[in-house]
């Protein structure tokens, strides 16, 4: 099931806040030009006390205060999709340590790579066992810190099949530039058959215990 993802979201927040600022920059350089010239010193040898414009302050703190209460809700939409957690989403423990990722899935995988069905909704629980760490994905628009002692809560979905790059955002000692991993996005059928065959059930954990013991 798709339980749909919030990049999108994200970068239209972007590229709106962009626009409008790129439109800004655009006004205040060609008035500063304009100025320049316009109001220069050879054509108004004798200045002019100013005493001020109540329209012209009312334009700029009027306008500027809409601007920014629309880059405000959609921050704020966008945060609360992040923060909503779909229901049906797959859950995974995910592990951080200098200086790697172990990812737990609720039928007992263990991997240093996250694998996930393409467009399913992905809960995971993130935990640390030494320093703060974070989990990035630029790829999904996605990052949350890892801290010891709690555990924290992000989602996200894939919306193509390909390896993403995970990354952690947050200095946590000298290899901190090599904790690297992947989300691999697999098609959903494909993804069943790994999750199953991978499965610890009881017996395989038994014959496993069995052949460490032997060995």
């Not at 060609?30 to 109001?39: A, H, N, Q, V």
């Not at 100013?50 to 939409?77: D, K, R, S």
Request: charged share 20%; with cysteine; aromatic share 14%.
């Amino acid at each position: 099931m798709n339980s749909g993802n919030f990049t999108a979201q994200v970068d239209a927040t972007f590229m709106f806040i962009l626009i409008v600022s790129l439109i800004l920059m655009a006004g205040i350089t060609f008035s500063m030009i304009y100025f320049l010239f316009r109001y220069h010193h050879t054509k108004n040898q004798k200045p002019k006390d100013i005493h001020g414009n109540m329209w012209l302050e009312l334009l700029w703190t009027v306008i500027p205060t809409i601007l920014v209460l629309v880059m405000f809700y959609y921050g704020m939409v966008g945060y609360e999709k992040m923060e909503t957690i779909p229901e049906d989403a797959m859950k995974v423990e995910s592990t951080g340590r200098m200086w790697g990722w172990q990812f737990n899935y609720e039928n007992g995988i263990q991997t240093d790579t996250l694998y996930v069905p393409k467009g399913k909704a992905v809960h995971l629980y993130l935990n640390s066992t030494d320093v703060i760490h974070s989990f990035y994905i630029p790829g999904l628009k996605a990052k949350k810190d890892v801290v010891p002692g709690m555990t924290n809560e992000m989602w996200f979905a894939t919306d193509e099949i390909k390896a993403y790059d995970v990354f952690c955002a947050e200095y946590c000692g000298d290899r901190h530039a090599y904790m690297l991993t992947k989300i691999v996005s697999m098609p959903p059928a494909e993804f069943d058959a790994w999750y199953q065959s991978n499965a610890k059930t009881e017996e395989n954990t038994e014959e496993s215990t069995a052949a460490v013991d032997g060995e």
